[in-house]
C-alpha cells in the first residue's frame, strides 16, 4: 500500500508508463499457440539500446515510488512476463537478451534517479516554478508525450496533419486562459508571453521531427498566433470559474480530433461490420503507421480522463468515487467509436483497443487526482 501523496502520483504514473510500454512490445496482440518454445540468445546492437531505453523511465519512476532498492528485479519481472507473452504473439520473437537489456534499464534508470534525487525533490518553491497549483498546467504537461507522439505518427502518416493542428489548437486554448488568469488586464507584453509560451510548448512537443523543420516551424508560427488572437479576447478577469470556461471550449476540439484519431486516419472505405481481439487481423502488423496511432489513442484517452476528472474537480470527489463516473462517461464515448470502427474495412471493431482507451482513461483521471492531492500536501493545503 502506497502511503504518502508523492507515491501514489508517482506510482500511477508508473502504471501509465507500463500500459504504454505493454502496447508497444505486444502489438498488434494477435495470438496463436506457437508450434514451439523458444527464447533467441541474440539481439542486434540497436535492439539492445532500445530495450535499456525502454525502461529508463520504469526504474525512475519506481524509486521514485517504492524509495527502496529492487528496481532491477521490477523491470526483470515485467521484462520476463512480456516475454513470455510474445510467445503467443506470432508477429513478436522472445528473447533472453531483451530481458536482462530491460532489466538493465530499470536498473539504470534508478541510478539516475539516485544521482538526480536532491536536483529534482518537489518542493513548494518548484511547484510555483512550474505553476502546478493549477490543473490546467498538468493538463499541459500530460498533452506533451501527446504530442511528441503525435508527430511521430505524422512522419510517419502526412496526411495525418489535421490532428497535429486539433492537438496544437488544444494548447492555444489553455495557454490563452491560463495567461488572462494569471496576468489579469492584458496588454501587448502580456500577448506575447502567452504567444512565445505557446510556441515553446509546441516545439517541446514536436521535439522528434525538429530535424525535419519547415512544416513543424509553421505550424509552431500558427500556434503562437492563435494563442495571441485569442488571448486578446475580453473575458473577465476576476472570473473565478476561469478552468471550467476553458475546459467548456476545450472539450468539443479535443472530442473532434479523437474522433478523427478514431475513425478517419488511415482512410478506410466502410464494409460489412467485424470485430476482433486484437488490433488486426493480419498476423505480422508491427509496422511503425500502424503502432504510433494506436499508442496516440492510449494517450489521447489518458488525456480525456483528465479533463473529465478536472472537469468535475470543484465537487471535490474522492477517487473512490469518481473513478466509477469516469468509466461510465470514456466507456460510453470509446464503445462509440469502436462500434462505428466495426464498419471500417481492414480496421474492425478491437476489443483490446477498448480495454486499453477505458484504463487509458481511468489512469488520467486518477493521475488528475494524485497530482492534485499531492500539490496540496505540499503546499499545505
Same mark, same amino acid.
Given at each position: 500500500?502506497?502511503?504518502?501523496?508523492?507515491?501514489?502520483?508517482?506510482?500511477?504514473?508508473?502504471?501509465?508508463?507500463?500500459?504504454?510500454?505493454?502496447?508497444? /512490445?505486444?502489438?498488434?496482440?494477435?495470438?496463436?499457440?506457437?508450434?514451439?518454445?523458444?527464447?533467441?540468445?541474440?539481439?542486434?546492437?540497436?535492439?539492445?539500446?532500445?530495450?535499456?531505453?525502454?525502461?529508463?523511465?520504469?526504474?525512475?519512476?519506481?524509486?521514485? /515510488?517504492?524509495?527502496?532498492?529492487?528496481?532491477?528485479?521490477?523491470?526483470?519481472?515485467?521484462?520476463?512476463?512480456? $516475454?513470455?507473452?510474445?510467445?503467443?504473439? !506470432?508477429?513478436?520473437?522472445?528473447?533472453?537478451?531483451?530481458?536482462?537489456?530491460?532489466?538493465?534499464?530499470?536498473? @539504470?534508470?534508478?541510478?539516475?534517479?539516485?544521482? @538526480?534525487?536532491?536536483?529534482?525533490?518537489?518542493? !513548494?518553491?518548484?511547484?510555483?516554478?512550474?505553476?502546478?497549483?493549477?490543473?490546467?498546467?498538468?493538463?499541459? =504537461?500530460?498533452?506533451?508525450?501527446?504530442?511528441?507522439?503525435?508527430?511521430?505518427?505524422?512522419?510517419?502518416?502526412?496526411?495525418?496533419?489535421?490532428?497535429?493542428?486539433?492537438?496544437?489548437?488544444?494548447?492555444?486554448?489553455?495557454?490563452?486562459?491560463?495567461?488572462?488568469?494569471?496576468?489579469?488586464?492584458?496588454?501587448?507584453?502580456?500577448?506575447?508571453?502567452?504567444?512565445?509560451?505557446?510556441?515553446?510548448?509546441?516545439?517541446?512537443?514536436?521535439?522528434? /521531427?525538429?530535424?525535419?523543420?519547415?512544416?513543424?516551424?509553421?505550424?509552431?508560427?500558427?500556434?503562437?498566433?492563435?494563442?495571441?488572437?485569442?488571448?486578446?479576447?475580453?473575458?473577465?478577469?476576476?472570473?473565478?470559474?476561469? $478552468?471550467?470556461?476553458?475546459?467548456?471550449?476545450?472539450?468539443?476540439?479535443?472530442?473532434? =480530433?479523437?474522433?478523427? @484519431?478514431?475513425?478517419?486516419?488511415?482512410?478506410?472505405?466502410?464494409?460489412?461490420?467485424?470485430?476482433?481481439?486484437?488490433?488486426?487481423?493480419?498476423?505480422?502488423?508491427?509496422?511503425?503507421?500502424?503502432? =504510433? !496511432?494506436?499508442? $496516440?489513442?492510449?494517450?489521447?484517452?489518458?488525456?480525456?480522463?483528465?479533463?473529465?476528472?478536472?472537469?468535475?474537480?470543484?465537487?471535490?470527489? !474522492?477517487?473512490?468515487?469518481?473513478?466509477?463516473?469516469?468509466?461510465?462517461?470514456?466507456?460510453?464515448?470509446?464503445?462509440?467509436? $469502436?462500434? @462505428?470502427?466495426?464498419?471500417?474495412?481492414?480496421?474492425?471493431?478491437?476489443?483490446?483497443?477498448?480495454?486499453?482507451?477505458?484504463?487509458?482513461?481511468?489512469?488520467?483521471?486518477?493521475?488528475?487526482?494524485?497530482?492534485?492531492?499531492?500539490?496540496?500536501?505540499?503546499?499545505?493545503?
Amino acid at each position: 500500500m502506497l502511503k504518502t501523496t508523492g507515491a501514489r502520483l508517482f506510482g500511477t504514473l508508473l502504471g501509465y508508463i507500463t500500459l504504454i510500454i505493454l502496447l508497444l /512490445t505486444l502489438n498488434p496482440f494477435y495470438l496463436a499457440l506457437p508450434d514451439q518454445i523458444t527464447f533467441k540468445l541474440q539481439s542486434s546492437f540497436g535492439n539492445l539500446i532500445a530495450n535499456i531505453l525502454l525502461f529508463l523511465p520504469v526504474g525512475f519512476l519506481y524509486r521514485l /515510488t517504492m524509495k527502496r532498492g529492487g528496481a532491477f528485479l521490477f523491470g526483470a519481472g515485467i521484462s520476463l512476463s512480456i $516475454e513470455t507473452a510474445q510467445l503467443f504473439i !506470432p508477429a513478436r520473437t522472445s528473447s533472453v537478451v531483451d530481458i536482462l537489456a530491460n532489466a538493465l534499464g530499470a536498473g @539504470l534508470g534508478a541510478l539516475i534517479h539516485d544521482l @538526480l534525487a536532491t536536483r529534482l525533490a518537489l518542493t !513548494p518553491g518548484m511547484v510555483g516554478r512550474l505553476r502546478l497549483e493549477t490543473p490546467l498546467m498538468g493538463l499541459l =504537461y500530460l498533452l506533451v508525450p501527446l504530442l511528441w507522439i503525435d508527430v511521430l505518427a505524422l512522419n510517419e502518416s502526412p496526411n495525418r496533419w489535421l490532428l497535429t493542428l486539433l492537438l496544437s489548437l488544444c494548447g492555444a486554448i489553455i495557454f490563452s486562459g491560463l495567461f488572462h488568469h494569471w496576468l489579469g488586464s492584458m496588454n501587448i507584453r502580456g500577448v506575447g508571453y502567452a504567444g512565445l509560451a505557446a510556441g515553446a510548448w509546441f516545439l517541446i512537443g514536436a521535439g522528434p /521531427t525538429l530535424l525535419r523543420p519547415v512544416p513543424i516551424l509553421i505550424i509552431a508560427f500558427g500556434v503562437m498566433l492563435l494563442t495571441a488572437l485569442l488571448t486578446i479576447l475580453p473575458r473577465s478577469s476576476k472570473d473565478r470559474r476561469f $478552468e471550467r470556461n476553458t475546459l467548456k471550449l476545450l472539450f468539443p476540439v479535443f472530442a473532434l =480530433y479523437l474522433s478523427l @484519431l478514431a475513425l478517419w486516419f488511415p482512410f478506410s472505405p466502410f464494409n460489412t461490420w467485424q470485430v476482433m481481439f486484437g488490433f488486426t487481423d493480419r498476423v505480422t502488423d508491427t509496422s511503425l503507421q500502424s503502432l =504510433y !496511432p494506436r499508442v $496516440e489513442q492510449l494517450a489521447a484517452f489518458a488525456v480525456l480522463g483528465y479533463l473529465i476528472a478536472e472537469w468535475r474537480g470543484r465537487l471535490e470527489l !474522492p477517487l473512490r468515487l469518481d473513478l466509477p463516473r469516469l468509466f461510465l462517461s470514456v466507456m460510453g464515448f470509446a464503445l462509440a467509436l $469502436e462500434l @462505428l470502427s466495426g464498419f471500417q474495412s481492414g480496421r474492425g471493431a478491437s476489443l483490446i483497443r477498448l480495454v486499453l482507451s477505458s484504463v487509458g482513461a481511468l489512469l488520467g483521471g486518477t493521475i488528475y487526482h494524485m497530482a492534485r492531492a499531492h500539490i496540496r500536501f505540499l503546499l499545505g493545503h
